[in-house]
């Protein structure tokens, strides 16, 4: 008899095979999208056996996995700052990385000039991450996501309507900050920082399912900068902070850029867990 927890060793088991380094996590998470169940039903329920339905269903969404299709894009959602985001093929799934972003513009928000209600803007926006965690834990704030695609903001409207923030979050289609005008108290970007040459070699889960706009940073993976940093100069607020997220080796080119554009590094660049300098900020000093 195939019981939950029979099946559920059992795929954590191929997907170990495979070299999936989240084995078990993923397992869990496959078998309770096929039977419907959180973690507390599938304890409870351990030793009922899997009906045949079911069993068609976790074979298939296994099948998705060993495949290389990342657990998020085969549940359509993703965990970021605690908050849960749908996705769309326009859309990356968002990392923990990308949190490190939060974090930095939290601080240099707060550090900044005093504004009872600030005005934040996040480029190239996808799911509405890091504006929707940003709103969340500034009450008071309001804010505007751009992107290229329509689906993507679709899909970061949804996400802010799903959330209760729709009220404080707009969203609008153009190129980074071409079509915004200031002031911004707060400016927070994750661009594409791939370089071109490199896509070939990224992991199969990033490479054939997130979308080749959002990773491609031209030639030296900084294309996206050259263009968002003098935009986002423009438009900030005297004091305020423009954050955005780095690749590996890119933070001191970046705040180089940063430099150009009269804006001041104010804090160091901040490292994500596996110690790259991942969330670089600088801000606009008074005249």
């Known amino acids: 008899m195939n019981t939950i927890e029979a099946a559920r060793r059992a795929l954590a088991a191929r997907f170990q095979s495979a070299g999936i380094d989240s084995a078990e996590l993923d397992a869990r998470l496959l078998l309770g999208n096929a039977l419907n169940l959180d973690l507390t039903g599938m304890i409870t329920a351990a030793s009922r056996a899997l009906t045949a339905d079911e069993s068609n269903r976790l074979e298939a969404l296994a099948r998705r996995r060993l495949a290389g299709e990342p657990v998020a894009r085969i549940l359509g959602h993703k965990e970021f700052w605690g908050l849960p985001l749908a996705l769309s093929p326009a859309t990356l799934v968002p990392r923990p990385d990308t949190e490190t972003v939060v974090e930095l513009a939290l601080q240099m928000l707060r550090e900044g000039p005093a504004n009872q209600r600030p005005r934040i803007a996040d480029l190239g926006t996808g799911t509405g991450a890091i504006l929707l965690a940003l709103l969340s834990e500034l009450p008071e704030a309001t804010g505007i996501g751009t992107d290229i695609s329509e689906e993507a903001l679709e899909t970061a409207t949804a996400n802010a309507r799903h959330l209760g923030l729709a009220t404080r979050a707009s969203f609008i289609r153009c190129d980074y900050a071409s ?10 970007s994750n661009p594409p920082y791939i370089r071109s040459s490199d896509i070939a070699d990224l992991a ?17 993976g900084l294309s996206a900068y050259r263009a968002l940093i003098p935009q986002s100069a423009r438009i900030l607020a005297p004091g305020a902070a423009l954050v955005v997220e780095a690749g590996r080796g890119q933070a001191a080119q970046i705040e180089a850029l940063m430099t150009s554009a009269e804006l001041t590094p104010q ?4 490292a994500d867990l596996a110690g790259i300098l991942r969330a ?8």
């Open 179 to 188: 079509a915004l005008t200031g002031p911004f108290d707060l400016i927070v």
């Open 204 to 220: 199969v889960e990033v490479r054939d399912h997130d979308p080749p706009a959002a990773l491609d940073g031209g030639p030296d």
């Open 267 to 270: 804090e160091a660049p901040r």
């Open 280 to 287: 670089v900020g600088a801000r606009k000093l008074p005249l």
